[in-house]
């Protein structure tokens, strides 16, 4: 099919690879995606798209927001390290959602979701380390793009600029949505119940991959397991440990009755079930009865009811130990995710290009192998609900032994342009289908 060669030719003539690193050099973590942000909604007005930024396509429901503090220093830095003056404005407090949209005519409403966001990690300084080796390494001390979320941003510019110029095969409304805080599962919530999807019929997106070999794809990823996140503030009272112990209400012993006693749940026998204490800060001294306490939960599962079931029993531990203790407690929501499975409708479709897309050597239907959570989920989920179809893809990109979410992190970068070409000439087929 001719437009197949065309869609080929135009991927062929981006630098893919250039773009990804600029962004692999300007890591910024979720909610601070002000520089990133701000110059793929500039790209996207260049192409024609009609842009949306921040509170017009988000609601109230951000998770996990950092101090007002925070977000001033980022903007900062960001504007200095040449974020577009043009959209950030727009972007203060945090709101750092961008969505292009492109009329193409009669025809279905087809979103794309491409994360933005690094994490809070410490890129390695080893000689071996591609990024080292091309001068790419982030510049930005204590965030690194350690998830590919930089391939997929370039993927998403790859997607608007090509479909851009060739709009006349293309059918019905394009949006593409770049979103913040994938990371800790708390940015789409914001997205999907704002109202922007709710006249999509047809929604995906995809995640390079650095432990699936490069040519593999996944056509319909359905691993993604629920997830909710909590922080949990005990508010005690600080006394003297040697001299009136009696007059002081222990926090950090309120803290860690919970936490022992969270990890004492039984797990559920109708599928995988979850729950950690990944960090706990507590007290201000040796010899004082401890004021304060800061417990990190996650509870995770294989189907949302699970997941909904096991925090629920946590949140009961939670107050049970505070009220022994006689301390108060503030329970503050940092993300949550859903456990979704991708329609076979779109899968198929991905399945029908991927074999005719030459590097894609073994082609993966359906895969429900645990891949941790994804907040993508939410959004599948909202469409879904309104009569949509959803789906979310897994691309090979492996380039070294080291997984997601470490300080080695890399991903094969010939995994970019047939990532592009999967989505283009999935939209392509999708948009035509009626």
């Not at 197949?4 to 030719?9: E, G, V, Y």
């Not at 949306?52 to 109230?60: A, D, H, L, T």
């Not at 429901?61 to 925070?70: N, Q």
Request: charge should be negative; charged fraction near 20%.
């Amino acid at each position: 099919m001719k437009i197949f060669q065309d869609i080929h030719n135009k991927v062929k003539e981006l630098n893919l690879i250039e773009q990804r690193r600029d962004f692999h050099q300007y890591p910024e973590p979720g909610w601070a995606e002000f520089r990133t942000a701000s110059i793929i909604a500039g790209k996207l007005r260049d192409y024609g798209f009609q842009v949306k930024v921040g509170k017009s396509i988000m609601g109230e429901s951000r998770l996990g927001v950092p101090s007002a503090d925070f977000l001033n220093s980022q903007y900062q830095r960001a504007f200095l390290q040449g974020g577009n003056p043009d959209f950030m404005e727009s972007m203060k407090g945090g709101y750092t959602a961008v969505a292009g949209i492109l009329n193409c005519g009669e025809g279905p409403v087809i979103a794309m979701r491409f994360d933005i966001d690094a994490l809070d990690i410490e890129e390695t300084t080893d000689p071996a380390h591609l990024p080292n080796i091309y001068d790419y390494r982030s510049k930005n001390n204590g965030v690194m793009h350690s998830c590919g979320h930089d391939g997929h941003a370039t993927i998403g510019l790859g997607v608007a600029k090509i479909i851009s110029e060739l709009k006349q095969h293309f059918k019905g409304t394009i949006k593409l949505i770049f979103q913040p805080a994938e990371e800790g599962v708390r940015g789409a919530k914001s997205i999907a119940t704002s109202g922007f999807l709710d006249d999509v019929d047809y929604i995906y997106a995809c995640h390079l991959w650095s432990q699936l070999p490069l040519g593999h794809i996944i056509c319909g990823m359905d691993g993604e397991i629920a997830t909710t996140k909590y922080d949990a503030k005990f508010i005690g009272k600080e006394a003297h440990a040697g001299i009136d112990p009696d007059n002081g209400n222990n926090a950090l012993l309120a803290a860690a009755t919970a936490a022992l006693n969270l990890h004492t749940q039984p797990m559920s026998s109708k599928g995988l079930s979850r729950v950690n204490v990944g960090k706990l800060n507590a007290g201000s001294g040796r010899n004082i009865i401890a004021g304060s306490a800061t417990l990190c939960l996650e509870t995770r599962g294989s189907n949302s009811l699970i997941d909904e079931q096991l925090m629920e029993n946590s949140l009961k531990i939670i107050k049970n130990a505070a009220d022994m203790y006689n301390c108060g407690l503030k329970l503050i929501p940092m993300g949550s995710a859903k456990a979704v499975t991708s329609d076979n409708e779109i899968a198929e479709v991905v399945k029908t290009i991927a074999e005719k897309i030459d590097i894609y050597e073994n082609i993966i239907f359906k895969d429900i192998e645990n891949r941790g959570s994804e907040d993508f989920t939410c959004m599948m989920e909202r469409v879904k609900n309104n009569g949509g179809k959803a789906c979310f893809i897994g691309i090979g990109a492996n380039v070294n032994d080291s997984g997601h979410h470490t300080t080695t992190f890399d991903f094969n970068e010939n995994a970019l342009a047939p990532a592009l070409e999967t989505f283009l000439f999935t939209t392509y087929l999708l948009s035509n289908k009626r």
